[in-house]
């Protein structure tokens, strides 16, 4: 069952919200103060947000960006405000949708029912599409091949990157040269797993802060390699 969480100060409105949603088989809380529904909303798991402007605290662009600052949950915007200039604001600053007072509860339930099968659609198409890893600062993106440390956008060869996302998708497991080398040229070693230490020095100086003290490719002398969760 889909969890929605509304902020609105208005009782009545929030209720009939809550009431019309409840009858289509949703969970819903309710906040009406704009600070306490902000810190529920990213300390919560809820599939999509229905935000009132107009709030007590703090105001809705406030939380619609602070919010878009950590998650990706579908938001719909409510106000009494029919101005172009809130609605581009709102859109602007994340929102999915941006509904204006009085609107007719059969269609918020509809935009709602619209933008949570929208949501999954993209969550189980990342899912099957796109692969990204993120540890202490570093960022892999499996299906761009880029990686990144701390923001910052290293550049990696193939086998560079093979190697490291061959670890990083397989953490806490030691790997000798010679598998890893089997593993990423798709051929067994004979001598040359010289080349995977190579490669590993080359990575390191790229993606560690100490060299010396390898935070992600820690080394298990006498075996291999292992990367650290």
Known sequence: MSRILIIEDEVSIAELEKDYLELSGFEVELEEDGYVGLERALDED???????LMLPSVDGFEICRRFR??????????????????????????ADDYMTKPFSPSEMVARVKAHLARYQRLIGSTNVE??????????????????WVKGEEKNFTTKEFDILTFLAQNPNRVFTKEELFREIWDMDSIGDIATVTV?????REKIEPNTAKPQYIETIWGVGYRFKM
């Open 46 to 52: 809820f599939d999509l947000v229905i935000l009132d």
């Open 69 to 94: 600052e950590t998650k990706n949950t579908p938001i719909i915007m409510i106000s009494a405000k029919k101005e172009d200039i809130d609605k581009i604001r709102g859109l602007g600053l994340g």
């Open 130 to 147: 796109n692969e990204v890893i993120e540890i202490r600062g570093l960022k892999i993106d499996n299906t761009a091949r880029r990686v």
């Open 199 to 203: 490669h590993i020095k080359k990575i």
